[in-house]
């Protein structure tokens, strides 16, 4: 890797809440920053930034590794089984929720936590933003990522900036088959949307500028249930976005969550309902355990230090979409458990509906 170069990893896990699937525990946020604080002073990472959208801890690491570095993985993994032992220690709830596994391999992915990671030589200045989520999945990227890359109605710089004019290729994922496909936008606009309308199967993984392959954009694909084979919780994805200068800027980056779009997830990740941007401070969801949250945090690169956050859902324009998501929500929990709020039975699968379907099976007769 050139000496210029550097990786950001934001690696997330939900190690244990309160009261119920809430809120991360200070203590929890309190021990991830002393413990990266002392890979900083021993020289293993450049910087971080530990924080939690509701009940899901956020690692932030800058360093001078590759992506996939397995001595980074492994410190988010010992932060991660730290956290845990305090988790349970406090007795909170669900402590250990995406610890899948129990002994460290080399890799986190597919471990349980979530993890996006991008590497790249320092602009002259080099914002970025952080979105992170809770009560959904990973495919709610999808919508935001396509306006942001691909729609010139929110982002006039497809049409102005002459380095976004050349367009965006997509990689998407098949979560369930593991197979990935490139779509280069504009020309291939519709076969995108083809596949990542379905947004619990094909994952916007990645995001490259046409004009010079920069990568621009990553997320976090897991599908826990995939790994674990029944439900345990949702993925409550990740996803970095490099900025400014010839990419969307914050503005571009933040305008398709003005309006609080449906997902799937919230209580008991079975439920579709409004993603609501929120500040750091209001990433609580405890209402029918949700809704849906994001969060988007603003840092410049600054030889690899954070310099930041800024809270950008902070801004009182967003006030307009978290009234609209709570009456979206008033009017999706009037549907009780009737679809198109309950999620179809294909989803439920990974869910504990199959055990009371089976309850039942032997009282089925032929019409
Ligand atoms: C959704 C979520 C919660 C739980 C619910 C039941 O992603 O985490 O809505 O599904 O609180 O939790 P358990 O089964 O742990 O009582
Ligand atoms: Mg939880
Ligand atoms: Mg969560």
Same mark, same amino acid.
């Given at each position: ?49 530990? %924080? ?51 002994? %460290? ?51 006039? &710089? ?15 994922? /098949? ?53 674990? &084979?029944?439900?345990?919780?949702? /993925? /409550? ?60 945090? &603003? ?19 967003? /006030? ?15 549907? &009780? ?31």
């Amino acid at each position: 890797m050139k000496d210029s170069k550097i990786t950001i990893s934001v690696i997330k896990s939900d190690i244990g809440s309160y009261v119920g699937h809430n809120l991360v525990h200070p203590e929890l946020i309190k021990l991830a920053k002393e413990e990266l604080e002392k890979a900083k002073k021993r020289k293993e990472i450049i910087d971080y930034f530990v %924080f939690n959208c509701g009940d899901d801890l956020e690692l932030v690491i800058t360093h001078k590794g590759p992506e996939e570095d397995p001595k980074i993985h492994r410190l988010a993994w010992n932060v991660f089984t730290d956290c845990t032992k305090k988790a349970k220690e406090l007795k909170l709830y669900g402590a250990g929720q995406d610890m899948l596994k129990d002994s %460290f391999s080399g890799n986190i992915k597919g471990m349980g936590p979530g993890v996006a990671e991008i590497s790249f030589e320092e602009r002259p200045s080099e914002p970025i933003v952080i979105l992170a989520a809770d009560k959904t999945e990973p495919g709610a990227w999808n919508y935001p990522l396509f306006k942001i890359f691909a729609d010139p109605f929110t982002n006039p &710089g497809l049409i102005i900036s002459p380095e976004m004019n050349e367009g965006f290729t997509f990689e998407v994922h /098949d979560v369930l088959e593991s197979k990935k496909i490139k779509f280069k936008c504009p020309e291939d606009m519709y076969d995108l949307l083809a596949f990542i309308g379905t947004p619990g199967r094909y994952v916007i993984k990645c995001i490259t500028r046409n004009h010079d392959n920069l990568l621009c954009a990553v997320t976090s694909t897991t599908r826990l249930s995939l790994i674990a &084979g029944k439900y345990v919780g949702k /993925d /409550d994805p990740v996803c970095i976005i490099r900025a400014q200068h010839g990419l969307p800027d914050i503005g571009e980056i933040t305008e398709p969550f003005a309006q609080p779009y449906l997902v799937e997830g919230w209580n008991r990740g079975s439920h579709a309902g409004p993603f609501m941007p929120v500040s750091l401070e209001q990433a609580v969801p405890t209402r029918f355990d949700g809704p849906p949250r994001v969060v988007a945090l &603003g840092f410049i690169i600054q030889k690899g230090n954070l310099i930041g956050p800024l809270d950008l859902f902070k801004d009182v324009s967003f /006030d307009r979409a978290r009234q609209k998501a709570n009456e979206i929500a008033d009017y999706m929990r009037m549907h &009780g458990p009737f679809q198109p709020h309950r999620l179809p039975e294909s989803d439920m699968e990974y869910t504990s509906l199959p055990k009371i379907k089976e309850k039942v099976k032997d009282r089925w007769k032929e019409v």
